[in-house]
């Protein structure tokens, strides 16, 4: 099966993106320096957290003014990134009317935006007071490094098997649904809990990096507490699982997320700069959603993914491990439609 906390959309290098037909302009987004007042940052409209229009952009990519944060450490040694003389030309987005990247860039709030074919760079482009050094909220793209982490874990036997249920490595489980759910289940989203991505995620948010200072750690997920249909059926985007491996891995390994990260993804892979994992007020790792790095460094994580986990001759993520979840993408697509 898929790991879907291991496949959400790594190649998508444009982490801030909004609807074609506005600019940055219609919509007030045009506060790129973090309010003196944090919280004014974000609403909750419908259950449903969001960032206010007129602070997206610090939103997106100022999250370690706003946050609390765990910093991971890159390489001594980067994976070098090229700029290339080979022009992309322009793209047709319709069978009347082509664009060139720039065109595309100056009629679109895309904060920013990188192409990559191999180590060289075709594309690169940041708006909005931004540069190449800032680091850019991952949300959901933040599940892919810890599908990534968990691969790793296997193959490391921190964790025996993805057959093995969610307790074994995290004792305070026992006695809630998600203690019974195997590893397996939580990659692939199918644990059969009664959860709405829409109704309940904004709950998570708030016991993680919403700072609530009454349930976090291992209460971040153990608001979702009954079972609507057997574990290993039905696919359900749910992004409590994540965090619910994020407490798996914790226990398993013995380390934060955050060193985790660093000693065994991101200084492996060649990162060039420092990116960090947003908490809750005790210091878990938000890893549903709160992965930070730079557009350059998320694109170093997609050419990882494209060569199957292998940085030159070293292989970071177990490629067999990688090779599972691509093959069975088309099923996972398939039920996600059904």
């Not at 999250?63 to 980067?78: G, Y």
């Not at 309940?200 to 209460?219: F, H, K, N, P, Y």
Request: proline share 5%; with cysteine; hydrophobic share 40%.
């Amino acid at each position: 099966m898929l790991w879907t906390a291991l496949l959400a959309p790594l190649i998508v290098l444009t982490p801030f993106t909004t609807m074609a037909q506005y600019r940055i302009e219609d919509y007030r987004a045009n506060q790129y320096s973090v309010p003196a007042h944090k919280r004014d940052l974000w609403s909750v409209t419908n259950g449903v957290v969001e960032a206010r229009v007129d602070n997206l952009i610090a939103f997106h990519s100022r999250a370690d003014q706003i946050f609390s944060t765990r910093p991971v450490a890159p390489s001594e040694k980067s994976a070098p990134l090229v700029s290339s003389s080979t022009a992309i030309p322009p793209v047709s987005f319709s069978p009347s009317r082509q664009m060139t990247l720039d065109q595309w860039m100056d009629s679109h709030p895309v904060t920013g935006l990188l192409v990559l074919k191999g180590n060289n760079i075709l594309y690169e482009r940041h708006q909005y007071d931004r540069t190449a050094n800032d680091r850019m909220l991952g949300t959901s793209m933040s599940k892919s490094v810890v599908g990534l982490l968990v691969g790793i874990a296997l193959h490391e036997k921190s964790i025996e098997s993805l057959d093995d249920v969610a307790e074994k490595y995290e004792p305070r489980l026992k006695g809630h649904p998600y203690g019974q759910t195997t590893i397996r289940s939580l990659l692939t989203m199918t644990s059969g809990m009664n959860y709405s991505e829409a109704r309940d995620v904004s709950e998570l948010w708030r016991r993680t990096a919403g700072q609530s200072m009454v349930s976090r750690g291992i209460g971040s997920v153990k608001y979702v507490t009954n079972r609507a249909s057997p574990q290993g059926q039905k696919f359900n985007y749910n992004s409590v699982e994540t965090q619910v491996l994020t407490l798996v891995l914790i226990g398993a390994t013995g380390k934060s997320l955050s060193d985790y990260t660093s000693e065994k993804l991101w200084k492996p892979m060649g990162a060039e700069s420092p990116a960090f994992w947003m908490t809750d007020v005790v210091g878990t790792e938000a890893g549903f959603m709160g992965f930070n790095a730079t557009l350059r460094d998320w694109g170093r994580l997609g050419l990882l993914w494209a060569h199957l986990g292998m940085h030159k001759d070293k292989q970071v993520v177990p490629a067999s491990y990688m090779s599972e979840s691509r093959a069975c993408l088309l099923y996972t697509s398939d039920a996600a439609d059904e």
